[in-house]
T-cell receptor, first 112, second 113 residues
Framework: DQQVKQNSPSLSVQEGRISILNCDYTNSMFDYFLWYKKYPAEGPTFLISISSIKDKNEDGRFTVFLNKSAKHLSLHIVPSQPGDSAVYFCAATGGGADGLTFGKGTHLIIQP | DAGITQSPRYKITETGRQVTLMCHQTWSHSYMFWYRQDLGHGLRLIYYSAAADITDKGEVPDGYVVSRSKTENFPLTLESATRSQTSVYFC????????????FGPGTRLTVT
């Protein structure tokens, strides 16, 4: 039973346009949400996070939006750049020593 | 070097053998974690540790053993490797702040033949 779902296995976006990656969750106990970026043969790299008490967090080209009532979050990347091509994982946690629960990932491809 | 390291990076072993994957972090983070990544599953938590000598099971702990005698090390042992344990293994660590960010090592690709 997947608690964190990323329903798009892949997404292709033109360079310079906005990339929107989506994530849904089912566990109401999740208190904190994170996005990770992963290149082949490397470990995941932390990108941006959001607490459940907020609905938006911004860091440069990256913005994460959280809709608690819909149990939905999204990552916006604008403008998209070639180096953004990677697999993006959505993750959630209840906090403390809890591990992260990950979605299956979305492969973002930025086309020139 | 500062950060989180894993060894070996690649390992091939036979069914039934014992194998240990090493993880070392230099940040003195309290929390450490082991995940495995398989096609179609994303990353799944195997074991985690809140401090030295404190460990607990994650989502998929069967067939694995961990120990944490020192804060900086968190080895993962497959006592009798099976083909279903062929996977990429990631170690991660995090501090005790409230942002819950975990920092990942480069991974160990394990093949069980």
């Amino acid at each position: 039973d997947q608690q964190v779902k990323q329903n798009s296995p892949s997404l292709s976006v033109q360079e310079g346009r906005i990339s929107i990656l989506n994530c849904d969750y089912t566990n109401s106990m999740f208190d904190y949400f994170l996005w990770y970026k992963k290149y082949p043969a490397e470990g995941p790299t932390f990108l941006i996070s959001i607490s459940s008490i907020k609905d938006k967090n911004e860091d440069g080209r990256f913005t994460v939006f959280l809709n608690k009532s819909a149990k939905h979050l999204s990552l916006h990347i604008v403008p998209s750049q070639p180096g953004d091509s990677a697999v993006y994982f959505c993750a959630a946690t209840g906090g403390g020593a809890d591990g992260l629960t990950f979605g299956k990932g979305t492969h973002l491809i930025i086309q020139p | 070097d500062a950060g989180i390291t894993q060894s070996p990076r690649y390992k091939i072993t036979e069914t039934g053998r014992q194998v240990t994957l090493m993880c070392h972090q230099t940040w003195s983070h309290s929390y450490m974690f082991w995940y495995r990544q398989d096609l179609g599953h994303g990353l799944r938590l195997i074991y985690y540790s809140a401090a030295a000598d404190i460990t607990d099971k994650g989502e998929v702990p069967d067939g694995y053993v961990v120990s944490r005698s020192k804060t900086e090390n968190f080895p993962l042992t497959l006592e009798s490797a099976t083909r279903s344990q062929t996977s990429v293994y990631f170690c991660a660590s995090s501090g005790t702040g409230t942002n819950y960010e975990q920092y990942f090592g480069p991974g160990t690709r394990l093949t069980v033949t």
